[in-house]
């Protein structure tokens, strides 16, 4: 089993994450090669492919959102994820497992609801119109008053596979959180529960080379051991620095380490810094949790490749600035190559006439 150094798989990963080279692909390519975009707010997703594909406009993705080729939905982690509607179907019915234990950490304080008619009514509702959770809690509340009200909504959101409807998450727009069943949104429902194996190839082409840990980060799910096994004929393998296994897909990309990697902005929440149980592959061991507080994410930026800051971007009227403020101090070259993919930033994610980019003192 050859050993794999965290360069090595720092730019394996990179590679299949569309980091190394803008891609020439649409929008709903890269959707569905990502596997989804991790979603809970709006913006990200648009920023995460700018970063990855070649003229990337986000009116693009916000064309599939309109015409329903692409859905925000709780997928992977109990998290919303914008997924192409394919993946939507395939994707939801293989994590429900680990919403149905989920809901079982909340049975103490849904005492006396019968959950079968919670989902009943709760479907009729969102089925009729698109619904806000609020609407919805009131409602089952009227049904069963001395339950707890987030109980109730998280029986509905883990029962139910509820999609946010447009305009939420549409570029330029503003809406709030409006929810449907994905079967009225799309006109179709999920099949049946699709064995994992598919999904794991086509995590590894996206996130490999990977352990057993990762992928059920990544997916929120436990046992997936059973299914490597059963694929290890079709995989190639390797052991990290820690002499952790690794799975890969034997003709996936696979650079070598010195592969100049540029830098790159990540918007909060991008799934390259969230879907390894191990993240020393992007993370340095010194920047451990500071790509985040608590449940919040922060923009950053990747310099040769791993996590080197963060930045905040601010639109006010006709300008906008972007803030920079690396981890250790820069030299010329890193600070120059910064300041050029800001620039595209500025110029390819705002419409403001004005722009303003700012280093911050550095943060070590």
Not at 10 to 36: C, F, I, Y
Not at 115 to 141: A, F, G, N, Y
Not at 149 to 175: E, H, I, K, M, Y
Request: charged share 25%.
């Amino acid at each position: 089993m050859a050993p794999m150094s965290t360069r090595a798989l720092n730019r394996a990963t990179l590679d299949r994450q569309l980091l190394l080279r803008r891609a020439p692909w649409s929008a709903e390519e890269a959707v569905t090669h990502l596997l989804g975009l991790q979603a809970q707010n709006t913006r990200p997703p648009y920023f995460q492919l700018w970063s990855r594909l070649a003229g990337f406009d986000p009116r693009e993705l916000s064309g599939l959102l309109a015409d329903r080729a692409v859905v925000r939905i709780v997928t992977m982690r109990s998290t919303i994820h914008l997924h192409t509607a394919d993946d939507a179907l395939t994707l939801r019915p293989l994590v429900q497992a680990a919403r149905e234990r989920e809901l079982r950490a909340f049975r103490g304080r849904l005492a006396g609801v019968d959950l079968d008619r919670l989902t009943d009514l709760s479907r009729d509702m969102v089925e009729e119109r698109p619904r806000t959770m609020k609407e919805l809690r009131e409602r089952l509340l009227a049904e069963w008053p001395d339950a707890d009200p987030l109980a109730l909504s998280v029986a509905a959101r883990c029962r139910l596979p509820l999609v946010q409807v447009t305009p939420r998450g549409l570029w330029g727009r503003s809406g709030q959180v409006a929810l449907t069943t994905v079967e009225q949104w799309l006109g179709r429902g999920p099949g049946t529960v699709p064995a994992p194996d598919a999904t794991v190839l086509r995590y590894l082409s996206a996130f490999g080379p990977a352990s057993v840990k990762d992928m059920q980060m990544w997916a929120g799910l436990t046992r997936l051991g059973e299914v490597f096994e059963r694929l290890r004929p079709q995989l190639v393998t390797f052991r990290d620095s820690a002499g952790t296994e690794l799975f890969d897909l034997p003709e996936a990309p696979r650079p070598d380490e010195d592969t100049p990697a540029p830098p790159r902005f990540l918007p909060e929440f991008d799934n390259l810094l969230l879907a390894h149980a191990d993240r020393t592959r992007v993370i340095p061991a010194e920047y451990r949790g500071r790509n985040g507080k608590g449940n919040q994410n922060f923009g950053t930026f990747l310099l040769d490749g791993f996590l080197a800051g963060i930045w905040r971007l601010k639109e006010d009227r006709d300008t906008a600035t972007l803030q920079l403020d690396p981890f250790a101090r820069l030299g010329r070259a890193d600070r120059d190559a910064l300041a050029e993919e800001g620039e595209r930033l500025l110029s390819g994610m705002t419409g403001a006439g004005a722009h303003h980019l700012r280093f911050g003192a550095f943060t070590g």
